[in-house]
């Protein structure tokens, strides 16, 4: 595989750098998907009659589950051993480590003591339209992921193969092979994923409770369930593993999935 043969991606992963402080692609991109996604809500809410006062907290505890969840999530799953060794290290987000597993088991939780806190938010209906926004959110955090060179792809001879820069610090220090762009991958089958759901929520298409969250959990972690195939190992101990780190956190999720679809239909 000749690397000059391949589309090379440059992209600097910063925007702006003032001293020690940087503006990152990923950080943008991430703080757009909520952005886009508290537009989303505001046109659910509004549609279906809800106070928007209501959203405004939502959104408080949507953002904090995301990224403790994320944070505890590669904190645990990915590197349980240094950082059981280095506790005081595990806050330190802006050194980079966020796994979405973790990310939407801390959205999970938010969204529960969120509504045990306002007794009128029916949690279900929640999870059934907050899917629709969190689809595209993911879909921007992947292309983020992009943007910084991360969680790149396993060697590959395809036509759309793609070499990146590799970073140390803020210097290039080399480049890969051309490999998977698994980052595009998800992107694209989240973004569908997001479409799909607002057109089901725009005509009305599901009307049984959990139906939404259901197909969202199945689609969203069985296309991460099979683009992991193209992504190489995340952590060292994931080459003695049958199957990725990833695949194996999907597989609960995508049973979670299938038991709110086949639920939803035992109620109509």
């Given at each position: 595989?000749?690397?000059?043969?391949?589309?090379?991606?440059?992209?600097?992963?910063?925007?702006?750098?003032?001293?020690?402080?940087?503006?990152?692609?990923?950080?943008?991109?991430?703080?757009?998907?909520?952005?886009?996604?508290?537009?989303?809500?505001?046109?659910?809410?509004?549609?279906?009659?809800?106070?928007?006062?209501?959203?405004?907290?939502?959104?408080?505890?949507?953002?904090?589950?995301?990224?403790?969840?994320?944070?505890?999530?590669?904190?645990?799953?990915?590197?349980?051993?240094?950082?059981?060794?280095?506790?005081?290290?595990?806050?330190?987000?802006?050194?980079?480590?966020?796994?979405?597993?973790?990310?939407?088991?801390?959205?999970?939780?938010?969204?529960?003591?969120?509504t045990r806190r306002h007794k009128k938010m029916n949690l279900m209906w929640l999870l059934d339209r907050?899917?629709?926004?969190?689809?595209?959110?993911?879909?921007?955090?992947?292309?983020?992921?992009?943007?910084?060179?991360?969680?790149?792809?396993?060697?590959?001879?395809?036509?759309?193969?793609?070499?990146?820069?590799?970073?140390?610090?803020?210097?290039?220090?080399?480049?890969?092979?051309?490999?998977?762009?698994?980052?595009?991958?998800?992107?694209?089958?989240?973004?569908?994923?997001?479409?799909?759901?607002?057109?089901?929520?725009?005509?009305?298409?599901?009307?049984?409770?959990?139906?939404?969250?259901?197909?969202?959990?199945?689609?969203?972690?069985?296309?991460?369930?099979?683009?992991?195939?193209?992504?190489?190992?995340?952590?060292?101990?994931?080459?003695?593993?049958?199957?990725?780190?990833?695949?194996?956190?999907?597989?609960?999720?995508?049973?979670?999935?299938?038991?709110?679809?086949?639920?939803?239909?035992?109620?109509?």
């Amino acid at each position: 595989m000749d690397p000059s043969s391949y589309f090379h991606w440059t992209g600097n992963p910063e925007i702006l750098r003032i001293g020690s402080f940087a503006i990152r692609w990923y950080g943008v991109l991430f703080a757009l998907g909520f952005i886009v996604g508290y537009q989303i809500m505001l046109y659910i809410f509004k549609r279906e009659n809800k106070p928007i006062k209501e959203l405004e907290g939502l959104v408080f505890y949507v953002i904090i589950g995301t990224v403790v969840g994320a944070r505890l999530g590669h904190c645990f799953f990915y590197e349980p051993e240094y950082y059981l060794r280095n506790p005081l290290e595990i806050p330190m987000v802006w050194h980079g480590g966020l796994a979405s597993h973790g990310g939407a088991i801390g959205v999970l939780l938010a969204l529960w003591l969120y509504t045990r806190r306002h007794k009128k938010m029916n949690l279900m209906w929640l999870l059934d339209r907050i899917v629709v926004p969190t689809a595209l959110a993911a879909s921007f955090i992947r292309i983020g992921n992009f943007f910084n060179h991360e969680i790149i792809g396993k060697p590959t001879s395809v036509p759309w193969a793609i070499v990146f820069n590799i970073f140390h610090g803020r210097e290039v220090v080399g480049i890969t092979p051309p490999v998977h762009p698994s980052q595009l991958y998800e992107a694209i089958a989240y973004l569908l994923i997001f479409i799909l759901l607002f057109i089901f929520y725009k005509k009305n298409i599901f009307q049984s409770s959990g139906k939404p969250f259901g197909l969202f959990f199945l689609l969203v972690f069985t296309a991460r369930f099979f683009i992991e195939f193209t992504k190489a190992p995340q952590a060292d101990f994931e080459k003695y593993l049958p199957f990725s780190m990833g695949q194996l956190l999907s597989i609960p999720f995508i049973i979670a999935g299938l038991y709110f679809l086949l639920r939803s239909k035992k109620s109509t």
